[in-house]
């Protein structure tokens, strides 16, 4: 059975944003411990949905972003988790700040990684 890479992607990315999102609700400066949370489910689904809404606005159809014909994007595509990964440390370096704009970043990029996991499942 073959892993693909882009639903590979989608779950890393997944978990480095809920390590993330563990991390700034624990030691952030978040007023609500459920604030963190909210904001990356809303902010994937917002991302996925407008994403949606503009391909069918150009008629178009999004593509996976790892694919035999762009194999280096693979490379581009592992940065993603790595920078989430090492942005959850930042809590514990500074805790008592205001992360959500980190926190937004990182489900924008998650949400990216859905995206192209969703497509190439349908190109499948």
């Not at 639903?7 to 997944?14: F, I, P, T």
């Not at 390590?19 to 963190?36: F, M, R």
């Not at 205001?98 to 990182?106: E, G, K, P, R």
């Not at 990216?112 to 969703?118: F, H, L």
């Amino acid at each position: 059975m073959r892993t693909e890479p882009n639903l590979l992607a989608a779950g890393v990315s997944l978990l480095a944003l809920a390590a993330l999102v563990i991390s700034a609700t624990l030691y952030g400066g978040g007023e609500s411990p459920l604030l963190y949370p909210a904001i990356a489910l809303v902010v994937i689904a917002l991302g996925l949905a407008v994403n949606r809404m503009l391909m069918r606005m150009r008629n178009r159809r999004s593509r996976p972003l790892v694919a035999p014909d762009r194999p280096g994007l693979g490379l581009v595509l592992l940065f993603f988790p790595l920078v989430i990964l090492a942005s959850a440390a930042m809590p514990l370096i500074a805790p008592g700040a205001d992360y959500t704009f980190m926190v937004v970043i990182a489900a924008i990029w998650t949400a990216v990684t859905i995206q192209s996991a969703v497509a190439a499942r349908r190109a499948a």
